[in-house]
């Protein structure tokens, strides 16, 4: 087999469309037309009502096609004044053209039992874990399409709705803009987690691990670069630089990033930043994940030792997990699009 990126690509292809999944590529044809004049209007409703970090990556795309994107929010208490995404109740619905549920929890369920005369599409746009939710049978057998961002993810997703259905593979709208890896010398990227729960969403385990993994690296001469996850507690890392952008873009700087495996570290990977994953023993992270890390540590004592191993994963493997790169946004459009703008009028 030849190791060129069109050939592994076209394999690739060929066996997930064996698999129920299909590779998408190419270019997105424009937003359908309306007799309004109006563009599409999709309502998205994610397992983190709040969380609009996750729909954040879509606007640009969607906005030079014409598109509106609006998160399905309970109430705006958990909104600040400054965020870029368009929210609404579904109280406050006049109008829409497509429901994307990002998941299979109480939030998104909800919302499609209430809307049930809008097309419904499934989109993972974060990491589930491969067992089935206990609400997914209320909507699957709605859904006009499913998609993911990767081959790996995609079967994770799979399994997480209860389906045996063709699963679009259209890459992370993250990575439709990555910067160029400068590597600082000595800067190690920390990618927090969540500490504690709350209405927007649930925590993970690790932080202590990762709190102590970070004073080991500091004492070892290491600069320490924090990326916050969006609802983490700044408080716990205030003795670091903390990043004023994400962390995605934060990752251009770092030589190594070490963190509680999530959906950002493909993402990082394809910047080209070798990663440490901190492995508590009760974290649940799909096996994906933990191959784009070329290091797992369990105790802070490894950190150092890790940092200073942690080399890039493979193209064949980060293709695996992260998906096609660049164009993402516009290919998972693209998907929406044919799922059911064009067949339902508002």
């Given at each position: 087999?030849?190791?060129?990126?069109?050939?592994?690509?076209?394999?690739?292809?060929?066996?997930?469309?064996?698999?129920?999944?299909?590779?998408?590529g190419g270019t997105s044809a424009q937003a359908a037309s309306r007799p309004d004049g109006i563009g599409p209007r999709v309502l998205i409703a994610t397992n983190e009502p709040w969380g609009t970090y996750h729909t954040a990556p879509l606007l640009p795309q969607a906005r030079r096609q014409g598109w509106e994107v609006v998160q399905l929010v309970?109430?705006?208490?958990?909104?600040?004044?400054?965020?870029?995404?368009?929210?609404?109740?579904?109280?406050?619905?006049?109008r829409a053209d497509l429901l994307v549920v990002t998941g299979a929890?109480?939030?998104?369920?909800?919302?499609?039992?209430?809307?049930?005369?809008l097309p419904l599409v499934a989109s993972s746009l974060a990491y589930q874990l491969p067992r089935e939710a206990p609400r997914a049978g209320e909507f699957r057998d709605r859904l006009r399409a499913i998609t993911a961002s990767s081959p790996a993810e995609a079967q994770v997703f799979d399994d997480y709705l209860g389906t045996r259905r063709a699963i679009s593979v259209v890459g992370t709208p993250q990575?439709?803009?990555?910067?160029?890896?400068?590597?600082?010398?000595?800067?190690?990227?920390v990618l927090t987690s969540v500490t504690r729960s709350g209405q927007t969403g649930g925590s993970a385990p690790g932080t202590e691990?990762?709190?102590a993994a970070a004073e080991r690296l500091a004492?070892?001469?290491?600069?320490?670069?924090?990326?916050?996850?969006?609802?983490?507690?700044?408080?716990?890392?205030?003795?670091?630089?903390?990043?004023?952008?994400?962390?995605?873009?934060?990752?251009?700087?770092?030589e190594v990033a070490v963190g509680i495996p999530g959906t950002v570290f493909p993402v990082v990977a394809a910047v080209g930043v070798p990663l440490?994953?901190?492995?508590?023993?009760?974290?649940?992270?799909?096996?994906?994940?933990?191959?784009?890390?070329?290091?797992?540590?369990?105790?802070?004592?490894?950190?150092?030792n890790a940092v200073e191993t942690a080399g890039p994963v493979s193209r064949e493997v980060l293709y695996e997990a992260v998906g096609p790169v660049g164009g993402s946004a516009r290919r998972l459009l693209k998907v929406w699009r044919k799922a059911g703008i064009r067949a339902h009028a508002a």
């Open positions: 087999m030849s190791s060129g990126p069109l050939s592994r690509r076209s394999l690739l292809a060929g066996v997930l469309s064996g698999a129920g999944i299909t590779v998408l309970p109430d705006r208490s958990q909104i600040k004044p400054d965020d870029p995404v368009p929210v609404a109740t579904p109280e406050e619905v006049s929890g109480d939030w998104p369920a909800d919302c499609a039992a209430r809307l049930r005369r990575t439709d803009a990555l910067p160029k890896h400068r590597p600082e010398a000595g800067t190690v990227l691990l990762l709190l004492a070892a001469g290491r600069h320490i670069l924090v990326g916050l996850h969006p609802r983490e507690d700044r408080s716990l890392w205030e003795r670091y630089e903390i990043s004023t952008v994400p962390s995605v873009q934060a990752a251009a700087r770092a440490v994953g901190c492995t508590d023993p009760a974290l649940q992270i799909p096996g994906y994940l933990l191959s784009v890390c070329a290091r797992t540590i369990t105790t802070a004592d490894a950190a150092v």
